[in-house]
Nanobody, 115 residues
Framework: QVQLVESGGGLVQPGGSLRLSCAAS????????MGWYRQAPGQEREFIAR???????SYADSVKGRFTISRDNAKRTVYLQMNSLNPDDTAVYYC?????????WGKGTLVTVSS
């Protein structure tokens, strides 16, 4: 069983920054990818960023240039550095891990951008 635990969410003012972390534990054979999604109230969950096993990254257009995904393989942790936050970034942020075609999700961490 794989567990994902997100942390780092909270309340931040517009223009501010936050760094999210997602730590994976349990029996993991081969991580295909780790990434971040978010879900705002009343909206569907959307893709934000992903890092593949080879290290390549991809981002949603809405966060390009503002968010940076990174990982620490030894710690089995993925990070999301979020800069220049605006109220549209308010959402629950979820971590996703894919291992041999099976996806796992964390329970999410709330990010609120408000003055």
């Amino acid at each position: 069983q794989v567990q994902l635990v997100e942390s780092g969410g909270g309340l931040v003012q517009p223009g501010g920054s936050l760094r999210l972390s997602c730590a994976a534990s349990g029996t993991i054979f081969s991580i295909t990818s780790m990434g971040w999604y978010r879900q705002a109230p009343g909206q569907e969950r959307e893709f934000i960023a992903r890092v593949l096993s080879g290290g390549s990254t991809s981002y949603a257009d809405s966060v390009k240039g503002r968010f940076t995904i990174s990982r620490d393989n030894a710690k089995r942790t993925v990070y999301l550095q979020m800069n220049s936050l605006n109220p549209d970034d308010t959402a629950v942020y979820y971590c996703r891990l894919v291992d041999r075609g099976i996806q796992y999700w964390g329970k999410g961490t709330l990010v609120t951008v408000s003055s």
